[in-house]
């Protein structure tokens, strides 16, 4: 059984090697975290080599929760944060393990769901995971030599959690009570807006038709968007369709 | 040739397997560390094991100072801290990893030579290591479960030691090739959509429009727009008026 705090979810995308996963549950649980999510493991699941490497973390692997891909992953999600070591050239928020690991206790201190997405072990986190973020963190490390790897970079981010709620323990964080719209209703908005825009010839010329699409799912996701800006910009996008059909009568 | 800041000595005390002392060195020079001292390792020196592990830190190892034990090793210092995971019942100051870099950086800029100790693998510091230093570091682990291995322990240390000497990383957003809406730009895309969606007869029923209004002029003022985002968002009205109009071609 899942512990009762409130805390993030660690979600590991697309993790290579076994070893990792079950490192990544070590450190998560040397700071008392225990909501692992895991989105398509290279290397298929349950694994053997993660639950040698997971010792007396097992537990975290077996309520692992697996995933197709991110945006099922992030689905209940109202704010994540995508971990990422290089500069990406998309707008978003950067912040430090500090910085963020405060924010998202304010953020589940104010009720919201939040998680924290950490890439494969070679190559990271793709642009197109890291646009589905709200921000990002970025460990400040040597700039002449960043060499963290996965199980490190699970261990520091946990760590900052860990420190910050021991200081807000006392001082709970009050928020205006907004409802934000949760990760699968900015994916629907998205999706909505894409498959609209794409019926309307707006994504041309077709070779740059992905990156407009990452620009534009970027936008949505960045936007704090509260369920009722999600209805009004649907709202919007059905209309403008209405309009058209009537002019097509 | 070891980096010209001031810093402390990272102490390994007769660390077991060679793998290890490479990763503390990777770990080290993650946070821009280089000053490695080693205590009596036990499968002797140099290490091929080490040299592997340490990718791109090798020079770490190189550099690193070798002793026959810690009276030796910490000789030139002049406050010592030891790492421990447990309570050792040793009467001493006990500090955070944070708290015990905040106090290293302020001994070292008023000129002290300051070194962290990091026990062997399976036991740790021998209470007779830890009764040479002049306090603790304990890391704040989960109490139902800490596990942090070597290389572990040397990346919070080294990680909050980078924390209290950089500049305060306060929120910075990653700008990708865009500057910030201004207002007026802001004031002409809520115009746009206005216009365009009176149009289409969005605004209904009549006596909820300025409401509607005011609403959608707030999302988008109240969102961190860039001028790409400005330029997408009226891009895409553009578009499906244009869309519209073919239709009734």
Redesign the interface.
């Known amino acids: 059984m899942p512990t009762q705090t409130s805390q993030p979810a660690f979600v590991l995308v697309r993790p290579q090697m076994g070893e990792n996963i079950g490192a990544a549950a070590?450190?998560m649980?040397?700071?008392?975290l225990d909501r692992m999510r895991i989105v398509a493991p290279r290397d298929g699941w349950p694994s053997q080599k993660a639950v040698a490497m997971a010792?007396?973390?097992g537990r975290l692997l077996d309520e692992a929760r697996l995933s197709p891909d991110v945006p099922d992953a992030v689905a209940d999600c109202s704010y994540v944060f995508a971990t990422t070591a290089r500069?990406?050239?998309?707008?978003?928020?950067?912040?430090?393990p500090?910085?963020a690991m405060k924010l998202a206790a304010e953020k589940i201190a104010a009720g919201e769901k939040v998680a924290v997405m950490f890439g494969p072990e070679r190559a990271g986190l793709e642009n197109e995971d890291i646009a589905k973020a709200n921000a990002?963190i970025s460990?400040?490390?040597?700039p002449a030599?960043?060499?963290?790897n996965l199980g490190?970079c699970v261990?520091?981010t946990a760590?900052e959690w860990?420190?910050q709620v021991?200081e807000i323990d006392h001082e709970v964080v009050e928020m205006g009570k907004a409802d934000w719209a949760t990760g699968v209703e900015i994916e629907k908005l998205s999706d909505h807006?894409e498959d609209?825009?794409m019926?309307?010839?707006?994504f041309y010329p077709p070779e740059k038709a992905p990156n407009?699409k990452v620009?534009?799912r970027n936008?949505w996701s960045?936007?704090?968007l509260t369920n009722?800006?999600v209805q009004?910009?649907h709202?919007?996008m059905r209309?403008?369709v209405?309009?058209?059909?009537r002019?097509?009568e």
């Open positions: 070590r450190a649980w040397n700071f008392g010792s007396g973390a500069q990406r050239g998309l707008t978003k928020p950067v912040y430090s500090e910085a990002i460990v400040p490390v040597n030599y960043g060499s963290l490190q261990l520091l760590y860990q420190r021991a807006f609209r825009l019926e309307a010839g707006f407009m620009n534009l936008l960045r936007m704090a009722a800006d009004m910009l709202g919007i209309q403008m209405r309009w058209k059909k002019g097509e």
